[in-house]
């Protein structure tokens, strides 16, 4: 399941995609996800980049294998999730599941801004856990 970085978008963009026809409640996720998401695809982020999925929570690590829950310690992650308390988008950094714990920093989003700010989270993330890589070419233009 879920074998390559590549393959954990395809699977997660089709998560997100089937969700209207779960509950109409998921239309508006669905609209902001989905763009998001493609536009990384896009942008070749899938090559360097684990795509997943916690509850609604959407998940970005540069993790080898599937399941964040199962390393010790818990690698850094970013977390796209919508605050329903204050009707936003935001974009989070830590290193837990944020449905229990806080982010170490996070900032709100909107449809026009979410991939930009995505990039500048993902590049502090690729940064810290692969310091000897190079930053992958869809980073290095912000």
């Known amino acids: 399941m879920l074998e390559?970085?590549?393959e954990s978008w395809v699977w997660l963009i089709g998560w997100v995609e089937q969700l209207p026809g779960q509950h109409p409640n998921w239309i508006s996720?669905?609209?902001f996800v989905t763009p998001l998401l493609q536009a990384c695809v896009e942008a070749g982020l899938?090559?360097?980049f684990r795509a997943?999925?916690?509850?609604?929570h959407i998940i970005f690590s540069t993790a080898e294998q599937h399941r964040l829950e199962q390393y010790d310690p818990p690698p850094p992650r970013v977390t796209?999730?919508?605050d329903?308390?204050?009707q936003q988008w935001l974009i989070a950094w830590s290193y837990k599941n944020l449905h229990f714990s806080k982010p170490d920093r996070e900032a709100p989003v909107t449809?026009?801004?979410a991939f930009a700010v995505l990039k500048a989270?993902?590049?502090?993330l690729w940064r810290e856990t692969r310091p000897d890589e190079s930053l992958p070419a869809p980073l290095e233009t912000q």
């Open 84 to 86: 329903a308390a204050n």
């Open 121 to 124: 989270y993902l590049t502090d």
């Open 29 to 31: 996720f669905s609209a």
């Open 4 to 6: 390559t970085k590549q």
């Open 52 to 56: 997943g999925q916690s509850m609604s």
């Open 80 to 82: 796209l999730r919508f």
């Open 111 to 113: 449809p026009e801004t």
């Open 46 to 48: 899938d090559r360097y």
